[in-house]
């Protein structure tokens, strides 16, 4: 896998010259860092981690200092922030505030959310993604070389896979990896949206004549209120694959919650190749997905203690599985709509 770095250092009067421009002090930690490199260019794919989803790219950069310098936040909802990363297909940054103001802590890094029902445009929700600068990096860095996070394609994807997230039905073993997707997600109205990547295998060690195509999905999907929802339908995002001894079809899907966690559990259907009229199920481990800590704008908590915030009420037990339902709810509530769209449990 290659990253393209900026390899050299930043010296410390350049450093130094970052802090008088935007009138802050840098954490120990972060100069620390830039002292063995100055981040990256505006490449892909970007050294901080990749999503692929159907007509949705991120990919997100790890800003050099100059960049990082530049877009130095002073605007309300933002103030005293410095963006870390940056994503050229979505516009999506991770920021770190410098300074304990508006309801973050002082080197808390979090992405942006904005809050779609506030009449202020200063009412910025936040995905907690670290602590520190320190914690922040290492975390991520330990995932990449532990192998928690795949590197596919030569681009780190940001799956997080549970090693008890595995099912064996005879000799299909099927496992699960999440991620939570932040530029698609909102706070309020309450919206969190999720991809999951599925790996189906069949044993090497299978007899030929085990050799089996996919016919159906059928899912039952659990919001943190215990609400349950299910689907079925033919395939996987539109396709049929065949298993066959030492095989591996992977794919991508995605889903939605009106809740800040839920899971999901199911079977496929198969039939055998050689005896056509054998089917058999094969069981989805459940897997459970969760939303980052998120903090809600200070913005929007002085507004409800000054107005009646009922008039913007909405309904939060309803998780749509209709794409087209989705795109409405999208329009009315002008919420910017993502860079593709995503079939959702297929």
Same mark, same amino acid.
Request: aromatic share 12%.
């Given at each position: 896998?290659?990253?393209?770095?900026?390899?050299?250092?930043?010296?410390?009067?350049?450093?130094?010259?970052?802090? #008088?421009?935007?009138?802050?002090?840098?954490?120990? *930690? $972060?100069?620390?860092?830039?002292?063995?490199?100055?981040?990256?260019?505006?490449?892909?794919?970007?050294?901080?981690?990749? &999503?692929? !989803?159907?007509?949705?790219?991120?990919?997100?950069? !790890?800003?050099?200092?100059?960049? #990082? =310098?530049?877009?130095?936040?002073?605007?309300?909802?933002? +103030?005293?922030?410095?963006?870390?990363?940056?994503?050229?297909? %979505?516009?999506?940054?991770?920021?770190?505030?410098?300074?304990?103001?508006?309801?973050?802590?002082?080197?808390?890094?979090?992405?942006?959310?904005?809050?779609?029902?506030?009449?202020?445009?200063?009412?910025?929700?936040?995905?907690?993604?670290?602590? @520190? $600068?320190?914690?922040?990096?290492?975390?991520?860095?330990? +995932?990449?070389? /532990?192998?928690?996070?795949?590197?596919?394609?030569?681009?780190?994807?940001?799956?997080?896979?549970?090693?008890?997230?595995?099912?064996?039905?005879?000799?299909?073993?099927?496992?699960?990896?999440?991620?939570?997707?932040?530029?698609?997600?909102?706070?309020?109205?309450?919206?969190?949206?999720? /991809?999951?990547?599925?790996?189906?295998?069949?044993?090497?060690? #299978?007899?030929?004549?085990? #050799?089996?195509?996919? *016919?159906?999905?059928?899912?039952?999907?659990?919001? =943190? +209120?215990? *609400?349950?929802?299910?689907?079925?339908?033919?395939?996987?995002?539109?396709?049929?694959?065949?298993?066959?001894?030492?095989?591996?079809?992977?794919?991508?899907?995605?889903?939605?919650?009106? /809740?800040?966690?839920?899971? &999901?559990?199911?079977?496929?259907?198969?039939?055998?190749?050689?005896?056509?009229?054998?089917?058999?199920?094969?069981?989805?481990?459940?897997?459970? &997905?969760?939303?980052? /800590?998120?903090?809600?704008?200070?913005?929007?908590?002085? @507004?409800?203690?000054?107005?009646?915030?009922?008039?913007?009420?909405?309904?939060?037990?309803? *998780?749509? %599985?209709?794409?087209?339902? $989705?795109?409405?709810?999208?329009?009315? !509530?002008?919420?910017?709509?993502?860079?593709?769209?995503?079939?959702?449990? %297929?």
């Amino acid at each position: 896998m290659e990253i393209s770095l900026k390899y050299k250092s930043v010296q410390e009067e350049d450093l130094d010259a970052v802090e #008088a421009q935007i009138g802050c002090k840098l954490p120990d *930690d $972060y100069r620390c860092s830039f002292r063995i490199h100055n981040g990256q260019k505006l490449v892909v794919p970007g050294l901080m981690g990749s &999503m692929a !989803l159907s007509n949705h790219y991120r990919s997100e950069d !790890l800003l050099d200092i100059d960049t #990082a =310098a530049g877009g130095f936040q002073q605007r309300l909802g933002l +103030k005293q922030c410095l963006p870390l990363t940056f994503c050229i297909h %979505t516009g999506l940054s991770q920021y770190m505030a410098l300074e304990s103001v508006e309801g973050r802590n002082k080197y808390e890094i979090f992405y942006q959310c904005p809050d779609q029902m506030a009449r202020n445009p200063s009412a910025i929700d936040m995905f907690i993604t670290g602590t @520190s $600068y320190l914690e922040w990096f290492t975390s991520y860095v330990n +995932k990449v070389v /532990t192998g928690g996070y795949p590197i596919i394609r030569d681009q780190i994807f940001r799956y997080v896979h549970d090693k008890e997230c595995v099912a064996t039905t005879g000799d299909i073993t099927v496992s699960v990896s999440t991620s939570f997707l932040p530029e698609l997600s909102s706070v309020h109205p309450p919206h969190y949206f999720f /991809t999951y990547r599925i790996r189906i295998e069949m044993s090497k060690d #299978a007899l030929p004549e085990k #050799a089996c195509q996919l *016919d159906s999905r059928y899912w039952r999907i659990t919001n =943190a +209120k215990g *609400d349950v929802e299910e689907v079925q339908g033919p395939g996987v995002v539109g396709e049929f694959p065949i298993i066959s001894p030492g095989r591996v079809y992977e794919y991508t899907s995605c889903t939605t919650f009106s /809740t800040t966690s839920g899971y &999901m559990e199911g079977y496929y259907t198969f039939h055998c190749l050689y005896y056509k009229e054998r089917f058999f199920n094969v069981t989805i481990p459940r897997f459970h &997905m969760v939303c980052p /800590t998120f903090k809600v704008s200070t913005a929007r908590i002085v @507004s409800e203690d000054e107005t009646n915030h009922n008039e913007y009420a909405v309904d939060e037990d309803e *998780d749509s %599985t209709d794409t087209d339902e $989705y795109e409405e709810r999208r329009r009315v !509530l002008d919420i910017p709509a993502p860079s593709g769209r995503c079939p959702r449990h %297929t």
